[in-house]
């Protein structure tokens, strides 16, 4: 069974500061992969998705970045946060339809 | 422009009732369209799930009745139990598309005892 690891659980961050979120997986190989955000009490808005190592797809531009390192890796960044990039960010993983999540990284923009 | 709409935004019903949970979109190539469900302090999980061949799905105490023509889908649970109270996400993917799915705002569940 594979597993969805996010680090960091929780970041307070500084408006203008740079962020960078992380997920990997274990026990699949050639992940779909995705980063999706939630506003507090918010949609689940899907950002990016990636299918291979180097690939990413943007879905919705909200001045992040990400990045896919390796093949278990998913990486989400950017170099100045905003007040409006707090939330939840979810990572998950697909297992043909369905979408396995990681237990998400609270982030506080002050 | 939201392409999927959920409503009631909250609802709470007593244990025992059905308690019914709307969703509609706009987009009719939209093939693909699963509930998830979201727990406090969990991950959201796929809950269950239908295609428009079908106009009812059924999985034990949850069922989702589909509208093609009206574009409309609602999630009834029935027999509510308190261990139901969660946040119920209506999605949407087009054909081939698994890589967008499109979810709704969601619909806050609180099943009373």
Not at chain 1, 31 to 55: D, E, K, M, R
Not at chain 2, 15 to 42: H, K, M, Q, V
């Amino acid at each position: 069974a594979q597993t969805i690891h996010q680090w960091p659980v929780a970041e307070i961050k500084a408006v203008g500061s740079p962020l960078s979120l992380g997920c990997t997986i274990k026990g699949k190989s050639s992940p779909n992969l995705y980063w999706y955000w939630q506003a507090t009490g918010g949609t689940l808005q899907q950002l990016f998705y990636s299918i291979t190592v180097g690939q990413v797809e943007s879905v919705v531009q909200l001045n992040l970045s990400a990045s896919r390192p390796k093949d278990d890796q998913f990486i989400l960044s950017t170099e100045k946060l905003l007040l409006s990039h707090s939330g939840f960010y979810l990572c998950a993983s697909r297992v043909g339809e369905r979408l396995f999540f990681g237990h998400g990284t609270k982030l506080s923009v002050l | 422009q939201q392409q999927v709409r959920q409503s009631p935004q909250s609802l709470t019903v007593w244990e025992g009732e059905t308690a019914i949970l709307n969703c509609s979109y706009e987009d009719s190539t939209f093939d693909y369209f699963p509930w998830y469900r979201l727990f406090p302090g969990e991950s959201p999980a796929l809950l269950i799930a239908i295609r428009p061949v079908s106009n009812k799905k059924e999985d034990g105490r949850f069922t989702i009745f589909f509208n093609k023509r009206e574009k409309k889908l609602s999630l009834h649970i029935t027999d509510s139990q308190p261990g139901d109270s969660a946040t119920y996400f209506c999605a949407a993917s087009r054909p081939g598309s698994f890589n967008k799915l499109t979810f709704g705002a969601g619909t806050r569940l609180a099943v009373c005892p």
